[in-house]
């Protein structure tokens, strides 16, 4: 699949890259897993003298002696003696970037909580002394949201503040899918769209997936989906285990329960029994999985509140997979595919509801755009749309037919 939209992110990069040849600069890319941060960076680096470091779980001595050998062959200077440590290899590659322009790609750098946590207190120190001389392109990418927030965004860690950039990555647009879609499939339907967004929710990976499988309408792609060696069946796990740890099991029931229509915390703790506030707290802000969702105009502190999956996948996921995994440990997956079937009509309508919602505000033509319901649940307004400087309103019922 060729490499598509990006064009903000690559312009911003670029713009870093021309600053670092006169000034050290530390950018850190985060963004769900598969959403595509490595293959950006890798563009974003391919005609730049670039040194990538993979950080995969093991010995420090055996990380060093890889990194070693990609500096002798990348950047042709030797190094006299073994380096034992990252700390020992970060103050070379600084020392050198005092007198040569490069890039250094540091890939799932939120690992060296496993490898060695002293190597974010020894990175701190290293940059601070020399970072007025260095010309070094530091980029920092890590999929594990949740630990990348807290090495960079927690005061309390040594590299709080000390990034000059921050790259979110987030997946493609509705004008990119329909780019996609147009260049592989162009006799695809709305309802062929709606799936495609449905499913992939503009994650690079899985509309990779759908693309390689030529997979573009909603019976083909379940078929990808819900087959015996499917890499989707287990991809919620994949991409939030790690980020959960222990408590996993509860915070998979809180996102099923989201993404079944109980969306209300009122709702969530009868079923679970216990409190939850603190886990859809860290849900929203910790992890970026979930958000808050007001009636159009309502206080900030009001009660009138559910909560809603921002991930079209793991939202999918959590609804069909994670609720009958039972049947899918079975291997019985015609009959997730007969609920799927039963049940897609009224799901989808909700994600239909989303699909508006997102193209109102690529339009710009609106400052506040959401739901609106009473006090009751009795009166629902799918989207309202309000432009407050021209004074005009649009009110929205979506509806699949």
Known sequence: MKFYNRESELALLDRIENRSVDTAQMTFVVGR???GK???LIKATEKQNMLYFFIAKKSEILLCAEFTEQLKERLQMPLFG???SFKELFEFIIEVSKNRHFTLFIDEFQEFYSVNPAVFSDMQNIWDSNKQDSKLNLILCGSVYSLMAKIFENSKEPLFGKA???LHLKGFDLATLKSILNDYSPQYSSEDLLAFYLFTGGVAKYVELFVQARAFSLTDMLHLILN???LFLDEGKHVLIEEFGKEYGNYFSILSLIASGKTARVEIESIMEIQTGGFLDRLEKDFGLIK?????????NSRKLKYAIEDNFLNFWFRFIYKYRSAVEMGNLDYLKEIISRDYTTYSGKILEKYFTERLKAE???NIIGPYWDGKNQNEIDIVAINELDKIVLFAEVKRN
Request: proline content about 7%.
């Open 292 to 300: 808050k969702v007001r009636p159009i105009f309502s206080k900030p």
């Open 33 to 35: 897993r598969r959403i």
């Open 228 to 230: 015996e060696n499917s």
């Open 82 to 84: 073994e380096i034992k």
């Open 364 to 366: 710009k033509k609106y």
């Open 164 to 166: 000059t950039h921050r």
């Open 38 to 40: 490595t293959s950006l």
